[in-house]
C-alpha cells in the first residue's frame, strides 16, 4: 500500500524555520521530521511513498536525491574519479521508494492530493501531513478502514493541553504535568486511509483543502469512518513544539522512536 505524505504548505507560524527550507525538513533529532514519519511507515511494512512538494520543494527533492551519499560513509577515488559507498548504520537508513510529485506552489491540500493519485498504486492508499508524529499502529489503522467499509478513515487523536495540568487535594498539588496531552476531546490527527474512488466528489478544476473540501462532505454523507489513537501525537506547527520534539528526543522520551 501507498502512503501520501503532504509536504507543500508554506508553514507560516514556524516562520524562524520555514524562511529556509518546508516544514517537513525542519529537523528533530539532527534529521528531517520528514524522515521521523517515513520511518514509522516504514516499521508497518509501507515501502513506497508519495510526497506532495510545493512551497521550497526543491529541498525535499535534493535530500532524496542524495539520501544515499548523504546517510553513508563514503571513498572516494581522487584520480579515477571513483566512488564506494561504505557500510553504514541501519537507523540512518530508509529502505523505502519515494516519488517526489510536484502539485504547485498555490494548491492546497486537496487539489495536492489530486496530484498525487495518478502516481498511486491499487484503490486504497495511506496519507498523513508532513509535521506531525505519533505511535499510531498503522496495521490497526488499516484494520478499522477494511472493517468499516467506507471511502476515508481519519485517526482522530487528543491534542496536547498548552498549560501544565494540576491535580489538587486537601489544599495541597498532588501531581504537575508539564503541557500534557488531553483526556478528553478528539481532533483530526492526519494518518488517514483513502479509496480513491472518494476524490471523485472533489473538482478536478477546484482548489480547495481536504478538510473543508472533501472530507466534510464525506462525513454528511456517512463515508468518513475514525480510528481512534489514544497514544502519542504531536504536530510541529511553532518553534516551541519542534523544541518540545527535540527535547524528547534528545532525552531518550520519544514516543514515536523506532530503533531498528
Not at 3 to 23: D, H, M, N, Q, W
Not at 152 to 181: C, D, W, Y
Not at 237 to 256: F, H, I, K, V
Request: aromatic letters at 8%; proline letters at 3%.
Amino acid at each position: 500500500m501507498d502512503a501520501v505524505i503532504l509536504c507543500g504548505g508554506l508553514g507560516t507560524r514556524l516562520r524562524e524555520e520555514t524562511e529556509f527550507r518546508p516544514k517537513p525538513m525542519v529537523e528533530v533529532g539532527g534529521r528531517p521530521i520528514l524522515w521521523h514519519i517515513v520511518k514509522h511507515y516504514r516499521h508497518h511494512g509501507i515501502k513506497r511513498f508519495i510526497l506532495a512538494l510545493g512551497y521550497k520543494g526543491d529541498v525535499i527533492r535534493d535530500y532524496f536525491i542524495n539520501y544515499h551519499h548523504r546517510s553513508r560513509d563514503l571513498e572516494v577515488d581522487c584520480g579515477a574519479g571513483a566512488l564506494e559507498v561504505m557500510p553504514g548504520r541501519d537507523e540512518d537508513i530508509l529502505d523505502a521508494r519515494v516519488v517526489l510529485a510536484e502539485t504547485g506552489l498555490e494548491s492546497l491540500t486537496g487539489r495536492r492530493m489530486l496530484k498525487a493519485l495518478r502516481h498511486i498504486d491499487g484503490d486504497t492508499f495511506l496519507a498523513t501531513y508532513g509535521d506531525a508524529v505519533a505511535d499510531v499502529d498503522i496495521d490497526a489503522l488499516i484494520d478499522t478502514h477494511r472493517r468499516m467499509g467506507r471511502l476515508a478513515t481519519v485517526t482522530a487523536v487528543h491534542p496536547s493541553s498548552r498549560f501544565g495540568e494540576l491535580a489538587l487535594g486537601n489544599g495541597m498539588i498532588t501531581s504537575f504535568a508539564e503541557k500534557p496531552q488531553v483526556a478528553t476531546g478528539w481532533i483530526n490527527g492526519g494518518y488517514f486511509v483513502f479509496q480513491k474512488k472518494a476524490f471523485e466528489r472533489l473538482d478536478p478544476d477546484g482548489n480547495v483543502p481536504l478538510e473543508t473540501g472533501l472530507l466534510e462532505e464525506l462525513a454528511q454523507s456517512g463515508e468518513l469512518a475514525v480510528h481512534c489513537h489514544g497514544g502519542f501525537w504531536q504536530c510541529m506547527d511553532t518553534y516551541r513544539e519542534m523544541q518540545l520534539l527535540n527535547d524528547m528526543w534528545n532525552s531518550g522520551r520519544a514516543p514515536w522512536r523506532i530503533w531498528a
